[in-house]
């Protein structure tokens, strides 16, 4: 493809603990390998601080776009985005999944996106 053809990585992991670096790297090794400027990271579980430290200067050092769901950002994405998706396509009993939602997210709760862009410095949360 051209130069500036956006190809995009999407990596979901389902751990009980807190996950470490190690765990992506294969995804960060494949995406070199691939020419992947974009990964998407979907994790069940938080991502431990360093981890992320290590993941925005991954990003920085290869000019790449990283963005991590972790934890509840997950299930905030599936309560925002329930309406406009047919999730039975893809989770079975989703409507338990929904009511677990709302009582996890209150609709308070505002989206965030942990975001390691080469252009930008910022914090990861």
């Known amino acids: 493809g051209s130069i500036d053809e956006e190809r995009i990585w999407i990596e979901a992991k389902n751990y ?3 996950l470490e670096l190690s765990k992506f790297s294969n995804t960060f090794i494949m995406a070199d390998i ?3 400027n ?3 990271i979907f994790s069940m579980s938080e991502i431990t601080h360093g981890a992320k430290i290590n993941i925005a200067r991954y990003a920085a050092y290869h000019n790449k776009s990283v963005s991590a769901y972790a934890g509840k950002d997950i299930w905030f994405l599936l309560k925002k ?3 406009s998706i047919n999730l039975t396509d893809y989770i079975e009993n989703v409507e ?3 009511l677990e939602i709302q009582k996890i997210i209150p609709e308070a709760h505002s ?5 390691a862009l080469p252009e930008q410095k910022q914090n990861l949360i």
């Open 16 to 18: 009980n603990n807190h």
């Open 34 to 36: 691939s020419e992947i």
């Open 38 to 40: 974009r990964i998407i």
């Open 81 to 83: 985005y329930a309406s």
């Open 96 to 98: 338990e999944l929904i």
């Open 111 to 115: 989206e965030k996106e942990v975001s």
